[in-house]
């Protein structure tokens, strides 16, 4: 009877092991209250269940399929516990986010099965973050880029043990996870794999010791472990602690209107309030805290969501209330979110490949823009949001009728986007500010080109409020912790709602407003102009990985080969 229970165990063990690894990446990552942001620290040893399941599978001489499954339902639980919120602003986008992002996540750790069986566990482990990573530089860049869940922005609750970041960028942190459950795993179970036995001896093989290493003193196989976990914390508390904020003070003005993006912002909304009165709501709260040291004000994403066409753009009204109300508070610029039409006439020849056609307007591109304000009478500047959100915002050629009615908040379609990083130059000097529009305060690579570009302010306008009071809000807050520390730039935040307010070069968090309120708040925030290491050389973690794997793949189905000859 015990024998037979052991079996049993034995035999649900994977699947254990899946919801276990699920459940402690979920755990770590930054969608809990601020008092357990200690859980953090589960991220650093939640990859030692995968790392055991697959062990214990190669183990029973599982076949390569049925890794694969255990290896999905551990990747499509993680996806499912930290991102099912996407399924607020649509039930079938959710689902699409959950199951092909986790989908795409089996690419690299079946990778690194197959190098393990051709080439060794030795190679095989040392492969595994460097497939990883490789696969979160390509989902940094591609056309269904969804870089929500890499692994470096699980640390943005626990910003203060990645100060390191101003070196590294956000993959460090994926590159230190990897590191770490390695390392755990390898002092609990050790990287080799008995050789497959009969189903009788299953029970057995999930306990037995597997390599020497376990043999040797605790201390000495926890001592590897134990120093990687350490050195980059205290690396990072050495960097905090002596940093100081750096660059001359201006005074910004942050707004949050806090109109539901369901039922009240657009005119097909039920409860639609009229575009005026949103203009007069963000005026009104504008006012309550303006002085006269306030330099810039700061608006949400698509905040006038009433199409502007930029060729007339000066003659639209509410642009020329906007004007008036400069002329009432000279020495204040306003930059807020719009939603702006650029015609290119019937040739098709002078449009773009994202424009679309009308027969009564020709062809034209749709913009998610940010539009700077220098003063009452000076031109208006332009920013096109260039990282579109997949099947909202940006649709493959290859998948437009595929998605073409999923929603995940938004229109359907391509929109336009610009290739370079516009920097608003203001009339204070020291003020140049970089205009992230939502989805890009994501990417730290994108965002170091606004800092290279001169900015030394990160401005980030966003609307949240598509996913409702889910931890989607909270977490896109908190990665902006995380692009601070990598510019070291102060970040002033407005979103329609959601959370607005003021992180400091430290990735510290000054101000912030409540989930669903109309809020405005003021902070004086520090200008530098200095460039950290990551700013000045790039993310250079991303670009090595890459090649090292397309090294490693030819490598082992080079071995692969050799085999079969033989």
Not at 200 to 207: M, R
Not at 233 to 248: D, N, P, R, V, W
Not at 442 to 470: E, H, P, R
Request: contains cysteine; aromatic residues 12%.
């Amino acid at each position: 009877m015990a024998t037979d229970a052991s079996a049993r165990a034995a035999y649900w063990q994977p699947s254990l092991l899946a919801f276990l690894g699920a459940g402690l990446l979920w755990l770590g990552w930054p969608v809990h209250p601020s008092p357990f942001s200690a859980l953090t620290a589960v991220l650093l040893v939640a990859w030692v269940p995968y790392l055991r399941m697959e062990q214990v599978l190669v183990a029973r001489g599982a076949s390569g399929w049925k890794v694969f499954r255990y290896t999905y339902l551990l990747l499509v639980l993680w996806n499912a516990f930290t991102t099912w919120w996407v399924s607020f602003s649509t039930l079938g986008g959710g689902i699409a986010a959950v199951v092909l992002n986790a989908l795409l996540m089996c690419i690299p750790t079946m990778a690194f099965y197959h190098t393990k069986r051709l080439a060794g566990p030795k190679l095989g482990y040392i492969s595994l973050p460097i497939y990883w990573i490789a696969f979160e530089q390509l989902h940094l860049h591609w056309d269904l880029t969804w870089p929500w869940l890499t692994l470096g922005n699980g640390f943005a609750q626990a910003n203060q043990w990645v100060q390191w970041y101003e070196y590294t960028g956000f993959l460090g942190g994926s590159l230190w996870i990897w590191v770490v459950s390695i390392l755990v795993f390898r002092a609990l179970f050790g990287i080799q794999t008995p050789a497959p036995s009969s189903r009788s001896n299953q029970a057995s093989i999930a306990h037995q010791p597997d390599n020497a290493p376990l043999g040797r003193p605790v201390a000495a196989r926890w001592l590897a472990p134990i120093l990687a976990v350490l050195l980059p914390m205290l690396a990072s508390y050495g960097i905090g602690a002596t940093y100081q904020e750096k660059g001359e003070t201006a005074e910004v003005v942050v707004v949050q209107p806090n109109v539901d993006p369901f039922l009240e912002k657009f005119s097909s909304n039920p409860n639609f309030i009229p575009y005026d009165q949103q203009l007069t709501r963000l005026l009104g709260l504008t006012e309550q805290q303006l002085t006269p040291q306030t330099r810039l004000v700061l608006w949400p994403e698509t905040a006038l969501e009433e199409s502007y066409f930029e060729q007339n753009f000066e003659t639209n009204s509410k642009v020329m209330r906007l004007r008036s109300w400069l002329a009432q508070h000279p020495g204040v610029e306003l930059i807020t979110g719009m939603t702006t039409i650029k015609m290119y006439g019937s040739t098709k020849e002078m449009a773009t490949p994202t424009a679309r056609f009308r027969d009564d307007v020709g062809y034209y591109d749709v913009f998610n823009t940010a539009v700077h304000f220098p003063s009452a009478t000076a031109p208006a500047t332009f920013y096109h949001k260039s990282r579109l959100v997949p099947g909202v915002e940006k649709v493959p050629v290859v998948l437009t009728k595929l998605i073409a009615n999923i929603d995940l908040g938004g229109v359907v379609g391509s929109y336009g986007s610009q290739d370079e990083r516009t920097v608003f130059n203001t009339n204070t000097p020291a003020l140049r500010l970089a205009p992230s529009i939502c989805y890009e305060s994501v990417y730290g690579d994108f965002m170091a080109q606004y800092i290279k570009n001169g900015a030394t302010l990160i401005g980030i306008i966003t609307n949240d409020g598509w996913w409702s009071d889910s931890p989607g809000h909270k977490q896109h807050f908190q990665y902006a912790t995380l692009r601070a520390i990598e510019t070291r730039r102060d970040i002033a935040r407005s979103a329609n709602t959601g959370i607005s307010g003021f992180i400091n070069q430290k990735g510290e968090v000054l101000t912030r407003t409540a989930w669903w309120e109309q809020a405005v708040s003021r902070h004086a925030v520090h200008l530098n102009k200095e460039l950290t290491f990551y700013v000045q050389h790039g993310d250079l973690i991303g670009p090595a990985t890459q090649v090292l794997a397309v090294l490693l793949l030819v490598l082992v189905l080079a071995r692969r080969f050799s085999k079969s000859v033989a």
